[in-house]
């Protein structure tokens, strides 16, 4: 469709069958002469092939990975003899290292917010989508309004179809589509309703991935699926993928995670692309609502702090709470305070 050929405008072509070869060998080059010195530029150009040379690694890599077992059913040997990427945006380095990995091996990809997470999602689901003709991809998100964000997204981005399915029924919306943008919730209660064909899903995007806890939905989804399959691929996407060690353990376990994908604030190679968070300081004006709506509570005796500009959320909140259990009475003992 002419989305698919928009994405694919300008795309860069990775052709994987050249990696199964061994990196051809360098041309044997003449000694220099004594006293001779190297031409200019020698350094400029032994960078370059030394780059070109990890290159070749990651595809030899990719070919490795696709030759170590038999195919998955219904993956197309003749697309996937290549991945694509498009270059119709700038091309990113970072982005295009994380997305031939999480081509690999399933990934927890963490970049913070606005540097292109979707993007490299994009890239995957579209070669999967390429990669096997009959298979589902899915992008799961916790809530409906980012479905419908990363849809929009994903349709911009890669050309990804989002077609309206309204008028179907559950079974037969996943028996005639192919790619599908849902809440872990939905896909919680296909898989248990028997709605959802669990062996034809070959690529599960996880949007907010920092969820999957617990006995979250995220969770359910991934234990479900791999009672009767491991034939698909997960890429897991945060910005803040846990508060601590533990948590992001949790995260890597449950969402069966290989490899992970980091870059913070102070990485290098987003550097170009970080735009410096403007921050407006209100301090005068947020004193001014706090006086408003804390001061009477000050008073009163609610809140025992008296230093407004100091007061947290938590703060507040907690009074809030404690003096709806039980309410003051005014010093007059005539009314009671009313407390939003």
């Known amino acids: 469709g002419s989305g698919e050929e928009a994405a694919m405008s300008g795309g860069r072509q990775a052709q994987l069958p050249r990696a199964w070869r061994l990196p051809r060998?360098?041309?044997a080059e003449p000694e220099p002469e004594p006293g001779v010195a190297a031409a200019a530029g020698g350094e400029a150009e032994a960078e370059a092939e030394a780059e070109e040379d990890e290159e070749e690694a990651d595809d030899l890599?990719?070919?490795?990975?696709?030759?170590?077992?038999?195919p998955a059913a219904g993956f197309c040997l003749a697309a996937g003899s290549l991945w694509i990427y498009p270059t119709n945006l700038p091309v990113r380095g970072y982005q295009l290292r994380m997305a031939r990995a999480a081509l690999l091996a399933n990934t927890l990809l963490c970049l913070p917010t606005g540097l292109g997470k979707t993007f490299v999602a994009a890239v995957v689901m579209y070669n999967f989508y390429r990669w096997f003709p009959s298979g589902k991809v899915l992008?799961?998100?916790?809530?409906?309004?980012?479905?419908?964000?990363?849809?929009?997204?994903?349709?911009?981005?890669?050309g990804i179809p989002a077609r309206g399915t309204q008028a179907l029924s559950r079974r037969d919306l996943w028996a005639t589509k192919r790619v599908f943008f849902l809440t872990p919730q939905v896909m919680v209660n296909d898989l248990s309703r028997g709605s959802?064909?669990?062996?034809?899903?070959?690529?599960?995007?996880?949007?907010?991935?920092?969820?999957?806890?617990?006995?979250?939905?995220?969770?359910?989804?991934?234990?479900?699926?791999?009672k009767y399959t491991n034939q698909f691929r997960i890429?897991?996407?945060s910005a803040t993928p846990g508060s601590d060690t533990k948590a992001v353990q949790q995260v890597i376990s449950n969402l069966l995670i290989a490899q992970i994908e980091l870059c913070t604030e102070d990485s290098p190679e987003i550097q170009p692309y970080s735009h410096e968070r403007q921050v407006e300081k209100i301090v005068n004006a947020y004193i001014q609502v706090l006086e408003a709506f804390a001061g009477r509570l000050?008073?009163?005796?609610?809140?025992?702090?008296?230093?407004?500009?100091?007061?947290?959320?938590?703060?507040?909140?907690?009074?809030?709470?404690?003096?709806r259990k039980k309410p003051f009475l005014t010093k007059q003992g005539k009314c009671r305070i009313s407390c939003y």
């Open 298 to 323: 000050i008073r009163m005796g609610v809140l025992a702090r008296r230093d407004i500009p100091s007061l947290t959320k938590y703060q507040i909140i907690l009074a809030r709470d404690q003096y």
């Open 235 to 237: 890429l897991a996407l």
């Open 139 to 158: 992008f799961l998100a916790p809530t409906k309004p980012l479905v419908a964000q990363q849809m929009e997204a994903c349709a911009r981005l890669m």
């Open 25 to 27: 060998a360098k041309a």
């Open 196 to 226: 959802c064909p669990y062996a034809d899903i070959k690529c599960l995007v996880i949007d907010e991935a920092h969820k999957a806890l617990g006995n979250h939905a995220y969770c359910q989804v991934v234990k479900e699926l791999s």
């Open 61 to 70: 890599l990719l070919a490795a990975a696709a030759a170590a077992s038999p």
